[in-house]
């Protein structure tokens, strides 16, 4: 797939927000249509940013539209394409000029034993939690005019060990490291480059990871007895730190993480 497909769009309303710590400003959020990246698009969109959002379902996509009242810029892309990428941001470019805030928060995770992660799995979360984010990055700046905050979701696994998430774990330590990387090169450029790092967070993602009800029932009570704060969090507490990084509240942050897991880190 070349060409971005579009899902109910439309041309940006005239009488969105005109206030607000995003007034004016035109954000894509990867990984758009549910979870954190939804709950930071409506909060975003709450404060007045014009939006783009990507993902890979058409039934998320059309969804994630109609719950951003059909004003967003709702394209269908592959997070781990090259081509893809260029197609998004050409479309975004059409559409809006410019990007003023990037966050970067699509991501997949496979887990399994080390005996059973063969290539392909291997090359599919390396490919969207690495790769791709790296090179939506680079293909980013062109639009960027003027300051900018670049926002990319890690994981607090990208500190702590965790069996059988080896692979996500380890692109999520890759991130951290490249945020600091990038973080410094592109300062002087007006391009703040930061990150989330997002403990156990109550969303969509953790359903998707195949296993079977009781399980992931029985694995959602006894991460929640851990946690320190007695639960999981929720996406829209992680998407007013997002907020925080891609406003010019966080004007003087460069390179930083900031963690969102009610202290599970911390243990």
Do not use: W
Not at 215 to 237: C, L, T
């Amino acid at each position: 797939m070349g060409k971005a497909e579009h899902y109910l769009h439309a041309p940006a309303a005239h009488g969105m927000a005109a206030h607000g710590k995003l007034a004016g400003k035109v954000a894509l959020i990867t990984g758009g249509t549910s979870g954190i990246g939804l709950a930071s698009a409506r909060l975003f969109q709450a404060h007045g940013a014009q939006l783009a959002i990507t993902g890979r379902s058409p039934d998320a996509l059309r969804q994630a539209g109609a719950a951003l009242d059909g004003q967003a810029l709702v394209l269908r892309s592959d997070a781990a394409s090259l081509e893809q990428i260029d197609a998004v941001m050409a479309a975004v470019k059409q559409r809006y000029g410019r990007l003023d805030v990037l966050f970067i928060n699509a991501g997949v995770a496979s887990p399994a034993p080390i005996e059973q992660v063969d290539e392909a799995s291997f090359d599919n979360q390396i490919g969207v939690n690495l790769k791709g984010v790296f090179f939506t990055i680079q293909k980013a700046l062109p639009l960027f005019d003027g300051p900018a905050s670049v926002i990319v979701t890690t994981s607090i696994t990208n500190r702590l060990g965790s069996p059988n998430f080896s692979v996500y774990g380890a692109a999520k330590a890759a991130l951290r490291s490249l945020v600091k990387s990038l973080g410094l090169e592109l300062i002087a450029r007006g391009i703040r480059v930061n990150a989330i790092s997002p403990g156990p967070i109550d969303t969509p993602m953790f359903d998707r990871l195949g296993l079977p009800d009781a399980v992931a029932a029985a694995k959602k009570q006894a991460i929640a007895a851990k946690s320190p704060s007695g639960r999981f969090g929720s996406a829209d507490e992680v998407a007013k730190a997002a907020l925080f990084l891609a406003s010019a509240d966080a004007s003087y942050m460069v390179g930083e993480e900031i963690v969102v897991d009610g202290g599970m880190s911390l243990l």
